[in-house]
């Protein structure tokens, strides 16, 4: 989709949300954000958007075929993306009866291709030595046993995120039972890497290795440069094909210097750190109300983009890491501004060229940590669909996949641009036999198709 403007955006997203949310064709988008909020994501702001998508996210692809039946096609569909989008998969298993679990688990794989699985220590060994991996160990809210949620996500080929290994923060993060000795706690933090290291190893592809270590002095006893020890020793016993992350901040408070200071530290005492994750979190349903009304103070384009600009100083790739859109109510019109603002961020956080992945972090409403907004999921608590599904449904599976029929030149190439990501190439040979094959396009290529 071309420059946008809001005539037209209107349009697209009452067509997305009629069914779902009962909104009339007759309203219109000022009924829902006001015209301050519109001035922000202006016209000229989503045009900008659409051309970065285009640039960033999409190649030109060339595919010269030495055995084709004339005037016939060749289909070209997108089957994967390079780009991540997920969910935390938290609620594994928690959702009170087998078909709610079953809508729950058929997120990942038809609309996310990555999950974020818990494994703070803190409910990970809450009893020590006794650390619970495995199926049947005691249940914790909202912290389900790792080894079950890592061989569902397996199964279906979703790329996962462990989080995290180490959190500073005593209310998430190591267990009651560590003693408050900084030179005894190091060994004991070395071994629970290590342990996590052998029992997963590339299994999990990305680890958060250190969660939030800006406030280091105010999150309780910890063994000295704890960060850095961190992931030295993660270096030390996971796969070098493990990806060593670092997750830290908020959108919300604007670039932190602080931040990008840390991870080119580690860079220089020779830490490897793949990606940086940072968060946005809307815990507060006046929040979103403020933000329809067009406040100035909140997430607008060039706030977001400031932060971006200040992460890519960092040289690593972006993670939208923990995403959290409360709605205003569990109204019509509430969950309408919920999904405006998820299409208007992630559209712009798809467009930034470091960004790597968008996780939406409670998908379920009520399903969030206590004191945590209700109405921040993208199904309701019967796991009926909001409209903020509808909204990451059209753009994850319609607008930014590639499928096209294309008819081949005199020669028998093809040419198209699509987005990156994995493709089924389908086209029938000289002799009308069906030919089938499957390419990773990444960048710009030519390809000889020579079966």
Not at 249 to 270: A, K, Q
Not at 428 to 446: A, H, I, M, P, S
Request: aromatic share 12%.
């Amino acid at each position: 989709m071309m420059g946008i403007n809001k005539t037209t955006f209107a349009v697209i997203t009452v067509t997305l949300f009629n069914v779902s949310a009962g909104f009339s064709q007759n309203q219109g988008m000022d009924t829902v954000m006001s015209q301050r909020y519109w001035e922000q994501w202006n016209p000229e702001v989503q045009t900008k958007i659409d051309k970065d998508i285009d640039l960033n996210r999409k190649i030109d692809v060339e595919i010269r075929f030495s055995s084709i039946k004339k005037n016939s096609d060749v289909q070209i569909e997108q089957i994967g993306y390079s780009f991540l989008f997920g969910g935390n998969l938290f609620l594994f298993g928690d959702l009170g009866s087998d078909e709610r679990n079953k809508k729950y688990e058929d997120l990942f794989g038809s609309l996310f291709n990555a999950a974020t699985v818990p494994f703070y220590w803190k409910t990970l060994e809450p009893e020590r030595g006794k650390p619970r991996y495995t199926k049947g160990s005691s249940y914790i809210y909202r912290r389900p046993a790792p080894d079950p949620v890592v061989a569902f996500c397996s199964s279906k080929n979703i790329n996962m995120n462990g989080h995290a290994i180490i959190y500073g923060l005593r209310l998430h993060g190591h267990p009651e039972w560590m003693p408050e000795n900084r030179k005894e706690m190091e060994e004991i933090f070395r071994n629970h890497i290590k342990d996590i290291a052998q029992r997963y190893g590339s299994r999990v592809q990305r680890w958060d290795v250190v969660n939030e270590c800006i406030d280091q002095a105010n999150r309780g006893i910890m063994p000295d440069d704890y960060t850095y020890k961190a992931y030295k020793w993660a270096m030390q016993y996971f796969p070098a094909t493990t990806q060593l992350n670092t997750n830290e901040c908020d959108i919300h408070w604007g670039p932190t210097r602080r931040y990008v200071e840390i991870v080119r530290d580690l860079s220089d005492r020779d830490i490897r750190v793949d990606n940086v994750g940072v968060q946005m979190h809307i815990f507060e349903s006046e929040e979103s109300r403020q933000i329809a009304a067009g406040d100035d103070k909140f997430l607008t384009p060039v706030q977001n983009y400031a932060v971006l600009n200040c992460l890519k100083e960092t040289e690593r790739p972006i993670h939208i890491s923990e995403v959290t859109i409360c709605a205003p109510d569990s109204t019509v019109r509430g969950s309408q501004i919920q999904a405006i603002i998820a299409r208007n961020l992630y559209r712009l956080w798809f467009s930034y060229p470091d960004v790597m992945g968008i996780t939406w972090w409670n998908v379920v409403d009520g399903g969030a940590a206590k004191g945590e907004p209700s109405f921040s999921g993208i199904f309701r608590k019967d796991m009926t669909l909001k409209p903020v599904y509808n909204v990451l449904d059209s753009l994850i599976n319609h607008e930014w996949k590639t499928k096209l029929r294309i008819e081949p030149d005199k020669d028998g190439n093809i040419k198209f641009r699509g987005f990156k990501g994995k493709y089924k190439i389908t086209w029938k040979d000289r002799q009308n036999r069906k030919q089938v094959c499957f390419l990773d396009l990444n960048e710009n290529k030519t390809i000889e198709m020579t079966k």
